[in-house]
Every structure is written in structure tokens, then in C-alpha cells.
């Protein structure tokens, strides 16, 4: 079986360090808010050259948290894509804000053009989803945010390390937010998720947000005492986690080099098939989270490789406005056919920086006999 993903051959390959990272960090004896997680801020901040930046539980609280810091009120429209998570939605929900969806390129990210027409009185933010390791055309996505005086939090949970123009994922809007799930470019072996800012008194806020509102910054006399200044969340990255995303963020280049060179292996062996591959958009860096392919018939492509004990995944299957939970709050569902199409045919291959080249063939050779015949 080639499994989609699987951490098993990364935590053979660096088992010894991680579990040393991890002992000596129990040893210490603290398991939040400790020197692990303060190391591991500085670093994160540091390499991808924003002014400030804060750890929390999870990709979908970095954008909750996010949201809640701007105090969105009723009615307070957020635009973001179509085809992306559900936590991207569930944030927008439960930050107070109502979700208004643009359809999507040829590149799977939102079209910077069909978001003007979505914008109205009530718009407050803009959240542009980096997809699949590529970022989005952040030039006009800018212009538009000023233009009309909106924020942009972009979402950056698939994009750790991509470039638009040499800026890196995460430092063009207010706020930059990413995920440290399992499967990411930089995974942990749980949640978390982190927020990147250039903005002081938004780093003030959503560090005061990120544990219960209670202020640890200010010069004020509740100043690290139990007591809330504002409604916040319990959000923390405990030190075991940030123990081992310290090891693994030094190794994080040479993990995007690997998907990069597995990308173009991919990319050789399938250039002759009557399937739409992955492009790199003029002024990006990709990363390749994913690899992900488009075939009208991606579904019978995906049960036949499965049948040969090959995993791909759809990612995703359903556009937001699809699903019951969001069908009735979703108003603008006549303009998203490119992502209705998209979702029908997508499949992502297996694609890791422990993925061994001889197993890129296997699947290859399977696709291009199971291609063969489709039309």
C-alpha cells in the first residue's frame, strides 16, 4: 500500500531527536507557556521575517482569534474562496462575521477579480486561502483591501514557506495564520497553529485573546494576574508540541526542497497525459503541500488506484456552499461554477518529503494505464 501520507518513516528517520527534545522537556517540569514555546515564537517570527507572532492550539483558532481581535459586529461580511476548509468558514461563524464565497481560477485559488463584486457596505475582511502550497495574487488582492478599506487575514495553512514577489505566506495581510496539523509542511504529532502580524497592538490583542483575555504585556496592575480584561479562548501550544516543531523548523527548508524535487518528478512523468497538472504562477514560490491533479473523471481515477493499493484524497470534495451546514447562510451560490467543476474532478497524489521515487513510478504507471482510455 502507498499510503496518501503517514508520519511513520519521518519519526523512524528522527526518532531519537524528538524523543530527546520531548524527555528533556518533561523534565523541566512545565508543560505550557514555557521556554519551548517562547523559543519557538522567536524562531518562527524571526525566519519568516514578520515583527510579531504568537503560538496557539490549532490552524482554525489562528483565524478565530484573528477575527475576534478586529470585533466584527453582526451582520459583518468576511469574503474568502469557495473550494476552501471548513475551518476556514467555522472561524468566519463563530468570530460573529457571515461568509460571502468567490469562485476560483484555473489554479484552484480565489480569482481577485470576482471578489469585487462581492464587496458591499457591510465587508470587513478579506481572507485569501493559499491552496495546495501556492500563494494568491496578492498585488490585486491588496488593492482592492485598500481601495475599499478592508483587512486581510490570509489563511495560510497549506502555504508554509510560499512566496508571492519574495514575500513569504503570512506577512501581507494584518494577520497570517497557520496550521502545525500532522500533515502539514511543518507538522506536529498534534494540533497547533501560529499568527503572524506586523501590527503591535494586534499582536497585543491576540495574545491577551489567545488564554482566557488575560493580559500579559501592558503595564497595568492585573498585568500576569487571573484576571480577564476581555473574553478570550484557551488556545496554547503546550511545550511538547513546541519542542518538537523547534527540531522540525530547522529542517523545514530542506522539506519544501523535497516536495519541490518530488513535484518535478511528478510533473516529467505525467507531462504526456491527458491530465491538468499543478503550474507555478509567475511571481510564486510553491511548496506543494499537495499534488494535486483535475480529470473529469477524477473519482473512477481515484477508485481504480485505490483498487491497486495506491491512496490519493479529494481536497475537497464539496465547495462550502454544497454542505447542509452552510447551505442556508451561503447567498451568493450562482457564481461558483469553476469551483463546482473543480471539486468534481480534483485528486491529490500522494506527495511527502519521505515519498520514495520508486513509488512516484508506481503510481505513475498506473495512472497512464488507467488514462489511457478516458476521454
Request: a positive charge; proline letters at 3%; one cysteine or more.
Amino acid at each position: 500500500m502507498i499510503k496518501f501520507w503517514s508520519y511513520d518513516k519521518e519519526f523512524k528517520k528522527y526518532k531519537n531527536s524528538i524523543l530527546k527534545k520531548v524527555h528533556i522537556t518533561l523534565k523541566k517540569g512545565n508543560i505550557f507557556f514555557g521556554d519551548q514555546l517562547k523559543t519557538f515564537e522567536k524562531n518562527f517570527v524571526k525566519k519568516y521575517g514578520s515583527k510579531y507572532g504568537i503560538a496557539v492550539g490549532s490552524g482554525t483558532d489562528a483565524l478565530l482569534i484573528s477575527l475576534k481581535s478586529l470585533n466584527l459586529k453582526p451582520g459583518d461580511e468576511v469574503i474568502t474562496a469557495a473550494n476552501t476548509a471548513i475551518p476556514t468558514i467555522s472561524a468566519i461563524i463563530n468570530a460573529g462575521g457571515v461568509p460571502k464565497l468567490a469562485d476560483i481560477g484555473e489554479d484552484y485559488l480565489i480569482d481577485a477579480e470576482k471578489i469585487k463584486s462581492l464587496i458591499t457596505k457591510k465587508t470587513k475582511v478579506i481572507i485569501p486561502v493559499h491552496l495546495y502550497g501556492q500563494m494568491c495574487e496578492m498585488d490585486k488582492i491588496q488593492k482592492i483591501a485598500k481601495k475599499n478599506n478592508l483587512t486581510i487575514i490570509e489563511d495560510c495553512a497549506q502555504s508554509q514557506g510560499a512566496k508571492y514577489k519574495n514575500k513569504f505566506s503570512g506577512t501581507i495581510g494584518r494577520f497570517g495564520c497557520f496550521s502545525f496539523y500532522p500533515t502539514k509542511i511543518l507538522g506536529a504529532y498534534g494540533d497547533g497553529g501560529f499568527i503572524l502580524t506586523n501590527d503591535k497592538n494586534s499582536y497585543e490583542k491576540i495574545k491577551r485573546l489567545r488564554f482566557y483575555g488575560i493580559e500579559t504585556l501592558r503595564k497595568n496592575k492585573f498585568k500576569n494576574k487571573y484576571y480577564a480584561n476581555e473574553n478570550g479562548y484557551n488556545s496554547r501550544l503546550d511545550e511538547i508540541q513546541a519542542s518538537i516543531l523547534n527540531f522540525k523548523l530547522k529542517k523545514v527548508d530542506n522539506f519544501i526542497n523535497k516536495r519541490r524535487n518530488l513535484a518535478n518528478y511528478y510533473l516529467k512523468s505525467l507531462k504526456s497525459l491527458n491530465l491538468k497538472l499543478p503550474e507555478e504562477n509567475l511571481n510564486c514560490k510553491h511548496v506543494y503541500h499537495l499534488f494535486t491533479i483535475y480529470h473529469p473523471k477524477g473519482e473512477l481515477i481515484k477508485k481504480r488506484l485505490k483498487n491497486l493499493k495506491i491512496e490519493t484524497r479529494k481536497i475537497y470534495p464539496y465547495p462550502i456552499h454544497k454542505m447542509k451546514a452552510y447551505s442556508r447562510i451561503i447567498k451568493n451560490k450562482n457564481n461558483l461554477k469553476i469551483s463546482e467543476i473543480k471539486a468534481k474532478g480534483i485528486l491529490c497524489l500522494p506527495l511527502y518529503p519521505e515519498l520514495a521515487k520508486k513509488e512516484i513510478d508506481k503510481i505513475c504507471y498506473n495512472l497512464k494505464k488507467i488514462t489511457k482510455y478516458l476521454n
